[in-house]
């Protein structure tokens, strides 16, 4: 997505909201919650990656599933803040290896450092090469006693290239935090827009979405802190009502789809943290690609990824108000 637009819109929406109190143990939840982003230097986290691809075609069902651990740490520089990812440990793999489960483990095993300014938007990548070496070194590993397709050595020389990389971990930390930042929500409300999402499952191409964010609802920030409140933060992209025969004409070229039927893409994220910093504690991140065929069948492409953040030391912050 393009951060600055929908940024924009956020604060333009949410400056009319209602403000709410501050949340208190024995008093009423606030109706409207301000964001803000304010991660300290110094911060650390053990962050756990969950990846699911679902494959359903004429040809049968497919589920893949992978497990990697990494460690997020917050260092200071300039007037911003950098953000490092390392220690990645893989704890369990697909059992197929086709160019999307490839991906899948390449993108986790690919986290790259990054820079953000004061105001939580993405500047740019710092150590883009540490990520590449990352990901080649475990696919040299990987597949030292079997010879990979050349359409998964294709999608891992896609995965790797700086530009794919940069534009991969601008979209990540927009979903995390960088949408949200700036101006006040109120809980329930939908605030809706239209933005450029690339398709994954349409082989990334770029789609113009009306895209629906809610602050849904107070919730505990998570098992180690629940005397804690986070918000729980949604954002629902779909195709935009021009965009849907072009992408049935694209479907009709790639997968002789029946254009009377409907093609379903669904873009969502789930992001569950701090209101005071924005210090995410859970993050889910779905795409769903429904194509149905001629002959009454239909092809699915799902992927899912969940994140989860153990954050060490600090509690978090009470929700701000001024």
Same mark, same amino acid.
């Given at each position: 997505?393009?951060?600055?637009?929908?940024?924009?819109?956020?604060?333009?929406?949410?400056?009319?909201? +209602?403000?709410?109190?501050?949340?208190?143990?024995?008093?009423?939840?606030?109706?409207?919650?301000?964001?803000?982003?304010?991660?300290?230097?110094?911060?650390?986290? $053990?962050?756990?990656?969950?990846?699911?691809?679902?494959?359903?075609?004429?040809?049968? #069902?497919?589920?893949?599933? *992978?497990?990697?651990?990494?460690?997020?740490? $917050?260092?200071?520089?300039?007037?911003?803040?950098?953000?490092?990812?390392?220690?990645?440990?893989?704890?369990?793999?697909?059992?197929?290896?086709?160019?999307?489960? &490839?991906?899948?483990?390449? &993108?986790? =095993?690919?986290?790259?450092?990054?820079?953000?300014?004061?105001?939580?938007?993405?500047? /740019?990548?710092?150590?883009?090469?540490?990520?590449?070496?990352?990901?080649?070194?475990?696919?040299?590993?990987?597949?030292?006693? #079997?010879?990979?397709?050349?359409? $998964?050595?294709?999608?891992?020389?896609? !995965?790797?290239?700086?530009?794919?990389?940069?534009?991969?971990?601008?979209?990540?930390?927009?979903?995390? $935090?960088?949408?949200?930042?700036?101006?006040?929500? /109120?809980?329930?409300? +939908?605030?809706? *827009?239209?933005?450029?999402?690339?398709?994954?499952? =349409?082989?990334?191409?770029?789609?113009?979405?009306? !895209?629906?964010? +809610?602050?849904?609802?107070? !919730?505990?920030?998570?098992?180690?802190?629940?005397?804690?409140?986070?918000?729980? @933060?949604?954002?629902?992209?779909?195709?935009?009502?021009?965009?849907?025969?072009?992408?049935? /004409?694209?479907? +009709?070229?790639?997968?002789?789809?029946?254009?009377?039927?409907? @093609?379903?893409?669904?873009?969502?994220?789930?992001?569950?943290?701090?209101?005071?910093? =924005?210090?995410?504690?859970?993050?889910?991140? #779905?795409?769903? &690609?429904?194509?149905?065929?001629?002959?009454?069948?239909?092809?699915?492409?799902?992927?899912?990824?969940?994140?989860?953040?153990?954050?060490?030391?600090?509690?978090?912050?009470?929700?701000? &108000?001024?």
């Amino acid at each position: 997505m393009k951060l600055r637009r929908l940024l924009l819109f956020l604060l333009l929406s949410a400056a009319c909201a +209602t403000r709410g109190p501050s949340p208190r143990a024995s008093g009423p939840e606030p109706e409207a919650v301000r964001l803000v982003f304010d991660w300290s230097p110094g911060g650390e986290a $053990v962050v756990e990656a969950f990846r699911t691809a679902t494959d359903v075609s004429p040809r049968g #069902r497919y589920v893949d599933e *992978a497990k990697i651990t990494y460690r997020l740490k $917050v260092e200071e520089e300039g007037d911003g803040l950098r953000l490092i990812w390392d220690r990645a440990a893989i704890e369990t793999l697909p059992q197929r290896w086709i160019p999307r489960t &490839v991906e899948m483990v390449a &993108v986790e =095993l690919g986290q790259a450092d990054f820079r953000v300014n004061s105001r939580g938007n993405f500047v /740019e990548l710092t150590e883009p090469l540490a990520a590449q070496a990352r990901v080649a070194s475990w696919a040299t590993r990987t597949f030292a006693e #079997r010879s990979p397709s050349p359409a $998964v050595h294709g999608r891992l020389a896609d !995965v790797l290239s700086e530009e794919a990389i940069a534009r991969r971990m601008a979209s990540f930390w927009g979903g995390l $935090v960088g949408y949200w930042t700036g101006g006040w929500l /109120e809980l329930g409300r +939908t605030y809706t *827009a239209w933005d450029e999402i690339r398709v994954a499952g =349409l082989g990334g191409i770029p789609v113009n979405m009306e !895209v629906r964010v +809610t602050a849904r609802k107070w !919730v505990p920030c998570g098992e180690e802190y629940q005397d804690a409140i986070c918000i729980e @933060l949604h954002l629902q992209a779909r195709p935009a009502e021009d965009q849907v025969p072009l992408l049935h /004409e694209f479907a +009709t070229a790639f997968f002789a789809s029946d254009p009377a039927r409907e @093609l379903r893409i669904e873009h969502d994220v789930v992001v569950i943290t701090e209101p005071r910093g =924005l210090r995410p504690h859970s993050m889910l991140e #779905r795409e769903v &690609v429904e194509i149905p065929l001629a002959g009454g069948e239909s092809i699915l492409i799902a992927d899912e990824r969940v994140l989860d953040f153990r954050w060490s030391a600090s509690q978090p912050r009470e929700p701000r &108000v001024d």
